[in-house]
């Protein structure tokens, strides 16, 4: 597992650096946003642009996981479909070669034989990135790789990508949108019984150097697996009495509802909003908000598996907000309420067969997800 999360770590690097090489190329990158059609699109967006960055950093983090860890080859799925649409209209599979120069030519189909910029591609494609420092040779976790699977969302949050508005963050504050909302998510999980246990969160543009004024990333890191729980973020201080207030992050497009009730056990100045799933989670993984509520079965496993991990690390976790709903008030909380990640919907198609159809809740503290079913019950 040591091994497993090293390389994650390493491969959701050289996505971002694939995602800010991508940014930098604007020409470039206003030629490759296309929107996805058909099974593929997720219905909660009118536009849901799918672009090559997306797909390039799929395939790459897949071809490298396979290099290392063959036995997880079949297991080893994305958000995107690998089929890309060149200008002339023919359909090209994108996939990482062997070499540098293979991988540049076969990305020069896509891009019209535009040769600079695939080359720009794959040579970051093929580059190791700096290395990071991360203390796991103590993580000892009885897990074979031939156990496990993988998620990945290749850039979370792609529309705050595409539009590329940059803040400045500032610790312990909640930014609603703009390009730190961007992520790369890897998650892991046991086919066996579909637990989450290995998250590896890529925020690429997380501030930018003044030197150089270059982009510079920030990872986050989590593995749970039974009474291991480790993560590179620390657990939430019990806060003082005047803190009291959960405070609650959402998508601007909730419900009324459920605003409406979540206001009794937050009050209206403790529901904030922010773009993108991934984000949300991590704002819960950070302590900028105590829960991430969604109403809507508009996300999916790629979405939520990696940073459910580090929740899990941290003592808290998604649920299913549905099935939660229907639980009786025992006051205890249900482990079979969890999302799990390894069986899809077979009643369903595309994308939709992957969905988190019940809607969700992430949370850090299981007594607080019991004040938010409670004040949802018979309101949905």
């Not at 999360?5 to 946003?33: D, H, I, M, S």
């Not at 897990?143 to 539009?163: F, H, M, N, R, V």
């Not at 992050?249 to 993108?276: F, I, M, N, R, W």
């Not at 009643?347 to 938010?372: F, P, T």
Request: proline share 4%; hydrophobic share 40%.
């Amino acid at each position: 597992m040591a091994d497993l999360l090293r390389l994650l770590l390493r491969v959701a690097e050289k996505a971002a650096n694939v995602a800010r090489l991508c940014r930098q190329e604007a020409p470039l990158f206003q030629l490759l946003v296309q929107e996805k059609t058909g099974e593929d699109k997720n219905k909660k967006f009118v536009q849901d642009f799918k672009t090559l960055a997306d797909v390039v950093i799929q395939e790459m983090i897949r071809h490298d996981v396979r290099v290392q860890f063959p036995e997880m080859a079949g297991f080893i799925h994305g958000e995107e479909s690998n089929m890309f649409e060149n200008g002339l209209g023919e359909s090209v599979t994108v996939t990482v070669c062997s070499t540098e120069e293979e991988t540049a030519k076969l990305l020069a189909t896509v891009l019209d034989g535009d040769q600079t910029a695939a080359s720009l591609l794959a040579r970051a494609i093929h580059q190791d990135p700096a290395t990071i420092e991360v203390s796991t040779d103590s993580l000892t976790v009885p897990l074979k790789p031939s156990e496990l699977g993988i998620w990945i969302d290749p850039i979370d949050a792609t529309s705050q990508y595409i539009k590329g508005r940059e803040e400045v963050l500032e610790e312990g504050r909640l930014f609603p949108s703009g390009l730190h909302c961007a992520l790369v998510l890897i998650g892991v999980y046991l086919r066996s019984t579909g637990e989450p246990v290995m998250g590896v969160i890529n925020q690429p543009f997380n501030n930018k150097d003044p030197a150089d004024r270059g982009w510079r990333g920030k990872h986050y890191w989590g593995v749970s697996c039974g009474s291991i729980n480790i993560c590179s973020e620390s657990r939430p201080r019990n806060r003082s009495e005047g803190q009291r207030g959960l405070s609650m992050v959402l998508s601007s497009s909730e419900k009324q509802a459920v605003k409406e009730a979540l206001t009794s056990v937050c009050g209206p100045d403790k529901l904030v909003y922010a773009s993108g799933a991934g984000y949300k989670i991590l704002c819960v993984i950070q302590g900028l908000a105590d829960a991430y509520v969604l109403s809507e079965g508009s996300t999916f496993k790629w979405d939520s598996c990696a940073p459910h991990a580090l929740l899990r690390a941290l003592g808290g976790g998604v649920v299913d907000l549905a099935m939660s709903l229907q639980q009786s008030d025992s006051g205890a909380q249900d482990p079979s309420t969890e999302l799990t990640y390894h069986l899809p919907r077979t009643d369903r198609k595309g994308a939709e067969r992957w969905a988190n159809h019940g809607g969700l809740v992430a949370y850090r503290d299981s007594s607080q997800l019991r004040s938010i079913i409670g004040a949802l019950k018979g309101k949905l």
